[in-house]
């Protein structure tokens, strides 16, 4: 039986390489992504004793990249079964009179541009084949603002909006699409948000036990494992310390 492959953008830590590790235990070959080729191959040697595994070194948010990258695949792995839209992250956590311009731009351009860029590029063949599954990872944060959140929230309601229309616009094609919007999820994001800061990334999990990557990772292979005639189109998960995205019960 022909193995099914899955395309992870942002695989090198976090939702992204805990969902990799999952698939890799149940045979799926694997097409890993990322902007640090020292991880990606880490990965690649780890993972390789379970499965197929090919990398691709590029930034979604780079046009240009994203669509070198793809055309470069070798055969065994150009038919993308499964695509996990996971690369993205926060920049800053500041009101919307008092952000940075470059902080926008970078959300903007991985969290929206790139999810686009990936998906334009792989899409075309799913529709060929009148088969697929993509995945988007959300945030609570596409479903309701939070003080200082400003383009973060707005690039994460992108992902939300971009879900549903691809359900649409995909419909005729046999193409299941999905997305995944965690609450509190301990991984390197706060880190990114707050410029390295350890110490304040740290205070945002603090006093509860915060989701982990490999919660996520479980939901997703969940998700894309069930009957092809079931789509789970959109589910939000949180921490059961967690009530909204500013009601945290911290102990």
Not at 76 to 85: R, S, T, V
Not at 99 to 119: F, H, P, R
Not at 183 to 206: C, H, I, L, P
């Amino acid at each position: 039986m022909k193995l099914k492959t899955a395309f992870i953008t942002g695989a090198t830590s976090g939702i992204g390489k805990a969902t990799a590790e999952i698939f890799a235990k149940n045979n799926i070959q694997l097409v890993l992504c990322g902007r640090r080729a020292e991880r990606l191959a880490e990965l690649k040697e780890q993972l390789g004793t379970l499965t197929n595994v090919t990398t691709l070194q590029f930034d979604v948010s780079k046009k240009e990249e994203v669509f070198k990258a793809i055309e470069s695949l070798p055969p065994q792995f150009q038919q993308i079964d499964i695509l996990i839209n996971n690369a993205g992250n926060a920049h800053g956590l500041n009101t919307i009179q008092d952000g940075s311009l470059d902080d926008w731009d970078a959300m903007l351009d991985i969290n929206v541009k790139g999810l686009l860029y990936v998906s334009k590029a792989i899409l075309p063949k799913m529709i060929e084949n009148n088969n697929g599954f993509v995945v988007n990872i959300g945030s609570i944060a596409g479903k309701e603002v939070y003080p200082n959140g400003n383009v973060y929230c707005a690039s994460k309601y992108a992902v939300n909006a971009l879900n549903k229309s691809m359900r649409l616009d995909l419909n005729n094609y046999n193409i299941r699409v999905s997305a995944i919007h965690p609450g509190a999820v301990e991984t390197e994001f706060s880190e990114v948000r707050f410029k390295g800061d350890k110490q304040k990334a740290a205070n945002v999990y603090k006093g509860f036990k915060a989701l982990q990557a490999e919660d996520i990772a479980d939901i997703i292979y969940f998700v894309v494992t069930r009957p092809y005639h079931v789509n789970i189109e959109d589910l939000v998960v949180y921490p059961t310390a967690q009530a909204s995205a500013t009601i945290l019960n911290r102990q």
